[in-house]
């Protein structure tokens, strides 16, 4: 009887013991979650940063005779979301020097129909220094439901990323 009550304890202790471990996972690897905004995807002629719900997909437009410009575009599932406000400050990183980009919100003709005034879901910056040989990182925070969320398009090509080239 001893015996046995030995075992119980030593098999109890162990399935306790064991019971409060995480899994194991193989050597080196250690888990990790999606994290959407460490890197960026692209969609046709626009590269995409996105927090996992909201997307903000960045565009650019280069004229010789008009001046270059950047366009963001703001989504969620895939549809224009516009934001409470028709202005975004951004800054972008060329070659170590920062430039201020100031987003105001696109014409109407250029915006989905129907979008609420105050509102957007496409903005346009000009960029006149930009160059299609530039490689861009690009930073701006969208107000969201849930406060300011940061953005970050990085390696940004605006040849690459042109919807419109003249």
Do not use: Q
Request: net charge negative; hydrophobic share 40%.
């Amino acid at each position: 009887m001893k015996r046995s009550f030995g075992i119980v304890v030593v098999l109890l202790s162990v399935v306790v013991g064991c019971a409060g471990r995480p899994a194991s996972t193989p050597a080196g690897h250690a888990p990790r979650a999606h994290d959407p905004s460490s890197h960026n995807h692209d969609r046709g002629h626009m590269m995409i940063a996105s927090n996992g719900v909201v997307d903000a997909l960045l565009t650019s437009h280069l004229s010789s005779t008009d001046g270059n410009e950047l366009d963001v575009f703001v989504e969620k599932n895939g549809v224009p979301l516009a934001l409470t406000t028709t202005r975004l400050e951004a800054t972008a990183h060329l070659r170590g020097e920062a430039r201020v980009l100031a987003f105001a919100c696109a014409p109407d003709d250029e915006r989905p129909a129907g979008e609420a005034a105050g509102t957007c879901s496409h903005f346009v910056a000009r960029a006149a220094w930009m160059t299609p040989e530039d490689r861009l990182e690009v930073a701006t925070s969208l107000p969201l439901l849930r406060g300011d969320v940061a953005y970050t398009w990085r390696d940004f090509d605006p040849r690459r990323y042109a919807h419109h080239v003249e």
